[in-house]
């Protein structure tokens, strides 16, 4: 693997912190509490995946044929990079780094004509239903029950931990087609309006009180069958796909990237009741721990963009790297808040808070970091037996 990334890369890196700096405001330091999930965000999110797509960005590396550049994925990667260096909104994840690339995989001519070029022009937003309360890191365990009748499927069932849910126009979802079959043999990936006559969201409301987690629930909804992707009772393969794709970005990794560079800052200048944080030699040695296992993660992420660009589709490097990053997010915000102790619970910019409230807000929501898209022991799992060839335990 060559680390250089090429200077049509750099070059487009460049560009695309130029424009950031232009359009985000002066003193961004990100959404702020609640991120998307609040109206404010929602909106600000929309107004910036406008002028994304204006500039053809959203969907780079995709043939031009569905609304893409055709660039390529090293330009992709520091793209994602750099939306998530400087907080960014704009980008609907569980679409563009989700259900595209297998909507490019698994999906109908017809599938790819009528959503592709719509999220490209950020006009269409997704949500992902896999996780039930009974089926969350055992994903095949999942009942929502769909009975054909004619044309369509009829969905009987609930999601949980849905982000996004309760502004999404499109859903892409597992659902129990042949309850006799093995469990991961009788699943199938299908797409549902959310529009569509049954469908309820209902907020969750997380440990940081924020709204961006939904239940939904499923009431004799009648989804046409075209809108299977990949084969009846054979969707666990279209779904364990989206997951490696899930667990292979770089945006999570240019976001902790400002965050060290922040938190750094801050111990390197600032006093706490009336002791210099720099003059601690526990904090300096965890600072620079966490220095090293930044590059680490970053180089994982760029691993697997040397993949992708050569033709192949991570699967234990994605389990990885999501493990390393998510570990690491959680040790990153542990030392930050450690460093400003009672401080780092202070949620606002008053008077006595700490990096704008950040840290605290942070902290806890990465508890669930090495939980969603599949826990900790999922990943461990899965480079265990796919990447050492061990057994299943």
């Not at 994925?73 to 780094?97: C, H, L, S």
């Not at 994903?139 to 999404?168: C, M, P, Y």
């Not at 945006?251 to 006093?271: D, K, V, W």
Request: proline share 4%; hydrophobic share 40%.
């Amino acid at each position: 693997m060559d680390f250089t990334l090429p200077k049509q890369a750099e070059a487009f890196r460049q560009e695309v912190r130029d424009f950031l700096k232009r359009e985000l405001p002066q003193d961004w330091g990100g959404l702020g509490l609640g991120g998307i999930g609040n109206a404010e965000g929602w909106e600000l999110h929309k107004r910036m995946a406008a002028k994304l797509a204006a500039r053809n960005w959203i969907a780079l590396h995709w043939p031009r044929a569905y609304g893409g550049q055709e660039r390529s994925y090293y330009e992709q990667m520091v793209f994602k990079e750099e939306m998530g260096y400087f907080r960014a909104p704009g980008i609907d994840g569980w679409a563009t780094n989700m259900l595209a690339p297998v909507l490019m995989l698994y999906g109908s001519e017809e599938q790819k004509e009528e959503h592709l070029r719509p999220i490209a022009r950020a006009e269409r937003y997704w949500c992902q239903g896999y996780s039930e309360p009974q089926a969350g890191s055992d994903l095949a365990s999942l009942q929502t029950r769909a009975v054909r009748e004619g044309d369509f499927f009829v969905i009987n069932g609930q999601k949980t931990w849905t982000t996004n849910a309760h502004h999404s126009d499109w859903i892409f979802m597992g659902v129990r087609t042949d309850p006799e079959a093995p469990k991961h043999k009788g699943i199938t990936f299908i797409l549902a309006d959310m529009r569509t006559p049954g469908i309820t969201v209902r907020p969750i409301i997380d440990l940081a009180g924020h709204h961006e987690v939904n239940e939904v629930f499923f009431d004799n909804v009648r989804v046409p069958t075209r809108n299977v992707v990949g084969e009846v009772n054979r969707g666990w393969y279209v779904m364990a796909a989206l997951l490696d794709f899930e667990r292979s970005g770089i945006g999570q990794i240019g976001g902790a990237t400002r965050a060290l560079e922040e938190i750094i800052e801050f111990a390197r200048t600032a006093e706490l009741d009336g002791r210099r944080l720099r003059d601690d030699p526990r904090l300096q040695h965890k600072l620079a721990e966490l220095r090293v296992e930044l590059e680490v993660a970053r180089v994982m992420s760029y691993r697997i963009g040397w993949m992708q660009s050569n033709g192949q589709v991570p699967n234990r490097e994605a389990s990885e790297n999501k493990l390393f990053a998510s570990e690491f997010t959680q040790r990153m915000y542990n030392v930050a808040m450690q460093m400003l102790g009672l401080y780092g619970q202070l949620p606002t910019k008053g008077k006595w808070s700490k990096l704008a409230g950040r840290i605290g807000d942070q902290y806890l929501m990465t508890v669930p970091i090495t939980i969603y898209a599949g826990s900790s022991e999922i990943q461990r799992n899965i480079i265990a037996q796919r990447g050492l060839g061990l057994p299943r335990g």
